[in-house]
Nanobody
Framework: VQLVESGGTSTQAGGSLRLSCVAS????????FSWFRRAPGKDREAVSC?????????YRDSVKGRFAVSSDSSAKITVNLHMDRLKEEDTAIYYC???????????????????WGKGTTVIISS
């Protein structure tokens, strides 16, 4: 199983980025996909989650209205994180993670994820 993130780069505050996570090696039926981030000197935090079966989405408060998660299974399973009105505090390594979940919606962010990507770096400058 592999989760491979891409799209991280350096950009200015107020700009937009799209991160992508391509999942392979399994059917991922019943899995939710989450985005986490770790900012310099801070703990990892959950940013967003999508339950592809239900279309349910979750966002942490600080990104609501600015970030949008989506999924595409037309060719490969791809989970995108669209980030608008970026702020310096969005600077972090962003990780894609997956977990099988039948509880409806998304699992609590503190629950252990089964699979992780290696991350993609986002740097926002003023």
């Amino acid at each position: 199983v592999q989760l491979v993130e891409s799209g991280g780069t350096s950009t200015q505050a107020g700009g937009s980025l799209r991160l992508s996570c391509v999942a392979s090696g399994a059917s991922f039926d019943g899995y939710t996909f989450s985005w986490f981030r770790r900012a310099p000197g801070k703990d990892r935090e959950a940013v967003s989650c999508i339950n592809r079966n239900e279309g349910t989405e979750w966002y942490r408060d600080s990104v609501k209205g600015r970030f949008a998660v989506s999924s595409d299974s037309s060719a490969k399973i791809t989970v995108n994180l669209h980030m608008d009105r970026l702020k310096e505090e969005d600077t972090a390594i962003y990780y894609c993670a997956a977990r099988k979940w039948y509880g409806g919606g998304c699992p609590p962010p503190t629950y252990r994820m089964e699979f992780w990507g290696k991350g993609t770096t986002v740097i926002i400058s003023s």
